[in-house]
């Protein structure tokens, strides 16, 4: 059961991807933001320009209606002088309505005539107006018929322009497809409203309105040009966003990717340093130089007491010649036997006790943990390491404690292949123990130890493996020692044929000194 303490180390995998996943999502987001903002302020900026090209051309247009009015007060028609009835006689000017499409009608009122009966008080109300004023005035405004009358009052006769403002628009020189555009444009006074342009509105759940509001440049004609936009979610560049945000996630896929490698080949560098494939080179080169060095004394010593034995049959037995033989038998042993010493102070582990230093066993575990992802991966199997809470800086030299975690982790990983795949557990506890120590625990569901292989585990050359060397634990123990700490198979390993049948090895390390 594990204790309440026990807390589980986070997949190291999930963990790394976290920061390099946020950091896309920040720039990914921030480049679509930018694209969205800028197509607005592209949008806004045409929406602008479209309304004030609108409003100059209106502008235009009604500002002709003050000059041809000027012009007929300017140019008072001989005829219209001595009309005592204007109103009731054609227009003076029927050519102009011709000319100027805008202008339904032109009436007209001589100093002693009427305006027609039925515009009669407001044409009288708006010639009041003109003449305070010195500018034409409106009259009759019906703006969502979009017409009006102009009235100027001039001497001796004053005029009136019937203006519809549906052919005032200039087509031809208008920015915007009139059917199609979403910009409404309208032309509004005193709560009225005549429909220029019908736009579109965007009924989207998220929209952004433009608004343009502006008095016809005509002092006689106070009409308000105003133009709408909405802007919805489906006028952002989509496209484009997506094409960022697949480009900025291609860039870290392939920067995952160049990661991954790195991490690979620091992981085959860190597993050359600790000594996986150079020591069976070594030892290859060592077996080859040991035969080499010992085959001549051995041959010399068996030469020699061949000669010796044959020295000692002859009759009589030549004893001095047989004594020099044994003599150089007995050299030729000692030259062996110095070799033997020599390899052995060769291949002897240095004193690591002198090189121990504090370190936290928890961040070795998790560094070899790291090397070995991809061993686990390939095997299905997910580490579940506890460690106790404030647990001591353990007394260790960093290079053996790696070597002997990986060769307790690799023997765990080679026992369990031998298991299905869901049998497969691994299990790590960093704990202190009661005699105050720090011990390593390392638990796997693999087939176990059969009690015969018990005692012989930690001898040299013992393995059970195809193609094993027998030589990782005898190693790890020597390693172990050396630096002060113990290493054993733990007496809690159950038989192999128990039902929580696997291996357990134990590995005590002492606790650091407290710092000054
Ligand atoms: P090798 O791995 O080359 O055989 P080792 O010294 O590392 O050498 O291991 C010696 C033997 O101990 C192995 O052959 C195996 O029989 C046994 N052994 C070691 N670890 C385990 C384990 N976790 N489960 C079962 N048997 C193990």
Known sequence: MTPAWHRRLPSTRTLHLVPSLLLWAVVACAGASWLAVARLQQLHAAFETDARIVHRLLSQRVVQHDAIMATLALLQPAAAMGDHNPSTAPSPLPRLTSVYPQILAVLQRSAQGEWPPALQAELSVAEA???????????GLNLPA??????????????????????????DEWPMDMATSPVRVTLEHGGETFVVQPGRTDNAAWSRAYEFHKLLAAASQPLDVVARRSVGLRELPWWGMLGWCALTAALWLAGRALQRQRIARQRAEELLRLGQVARLNTLGE?????????????????????????LLADDPPDLDTAQTAMARAVEQARRAATVVGRLRRLVERPDLAGQAQPLALSAAVHDVLHLLEPELAQRGITPQVTIAPDLPAVLAEPVALQQIIHNLLMNALQAMEQVPTAERQLHLALAPTSAGQVALTVRDHGPGIAPEAREHLFEPFFTTRTGGLGLGLTLCESLAQAMGAQLILSPATPHPTAADRGAEFVLTLAVAPAGP
């Open 146 to 171: 979009g017409r009006y009358y102009l009235v100027l009052a001039a001497t001796p006769a004053s005029y009136s322009l019937h203006i519809d403002l549906r052919t005032t628009i200039p087509a």
């Open 129 to 139: 107006t003109s003449r305070r004023s010195g500018h034409a005035a409106v009259a």
């Open 286 to 310: 060592l077996a080859a130089g040991m035969a080499h060095e010992l085959n001549q004394p051995l041959t010399a010593v068996l030469s020699s007491t061949q000669a010796a034995q044959r």
